[in-house]
């Protein structure tokens, strides 16, 4: 199944989708591998564990830099980060969250150890932000089954984007009804999970994954460990 659309502003369909080396020109060590069904990405463990390695050295406070970002989600896995209660505690002596929806930094800094991305790529902003995630993290988490295969949002995707607008916009308005074209981000025909934008490290499902699993991840990578989130989850969990 080909995940590029003509259509779409932000994938033209001569072009490779931004950040996204083929699988052709190969990875070297042993890939993470993506959920079935996914396209590979170009990580690989080797380059999750190094950058976590050097990461609390790198830092000058010693602690390791996260970023957080909700694209299309619908925030239950940030909610699921939250759930880590007093847990969060344990993790502030080594993480610093330098930017995320839960904290009042608004720009994303330069250089991140740990980004973790929940959400599909719906929309110009969505891919901005993956994008920007993408250049300045060493490490790029997707958390949950959105970021990981599109989940809910992309329920549209068999629908025609005029279709999906008319029955929001117009269809089931009860006042004002009419699409709007100011001031938001235009939406791409299909839904992508992230890895079909840019590549990821570490691909974490669940709707959303517990935070148990979140926990395991960030303690392992903390530790300079690769996780296996396979041992974990499931999808829909
Ligand atoms: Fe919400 Fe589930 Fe998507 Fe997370 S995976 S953003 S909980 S719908």
């Avoid at 190094?50 to 970002?69: H, L, S």
């Avoid at 239950?76 to 993790?91: A, I």
């Avoid at 993480?95 to 800094?109: F, R």
């Avoid at 959400?119 to 250049?135: M, P, T, V, Y």
């Amino acid at each position: 199944m080909s995940l590029n659309h003509p259509d779409d502003p932000g994938f033209p369909a001569d072009q490779p989708r931004p950040g996204v080396t083929p699988p052709s020109a190969g990875t070297g060590g042993n890939p993470i591998p993506a959920p079935d069904g996914m396209l590979a990405t170009t990580a690989t463990p080797t380059t999750a564990t190094a950058a976590m390695a050097t990461a609390a050295t790198a830092a000058p406070t010693g602690r390791i830099k996260v970023a957080t970002a909700w694209l299309d989600g619908c925030s239950g896995c940030h909610m699921s980060l939250l759930d880590l209660d007093e847990r969060l505690v344990d993790l502030a002596q080594a993480l610093d969250i330098v930017y995320s929806p839960l904290v009042d930094a608004k720009a994303l800094p330069e250089r991140v150890d740990i980004g973790i991305l929940e959400g599909a790529i719906s929309n110009e902003d969505d891919l901005r932000q993956a994008q920007a995630f993408r250049q300045r993290c060493r490490v790029l988490i997707s958390l949950g089954d959105c970021a990981v295969n599109g989940n809910v949002p992309a329920m549209r995707n068999p629908f025609k984007l005029e279709a999906v607008l008319d029955q929001a916009y117009r269809e089931t308005a009860t006042l004002q009804p009419g699409i709007p074209t100011q001031r938001v981000p235009a939406l791409f025909r299909q839904v992508r999970p992230i890895h079909a934008c840019v590549p990821v490290e570490v691909f974490v499902p669940g709707c959303p994954p517990s935070a148990d699993t979140i926990f395991y991840i960030l303690s392992e990578l903390i530790a300079g460990r690769t996780p296996d989130p396979s041992a974990v989850t499931r999808f829909g969990a």
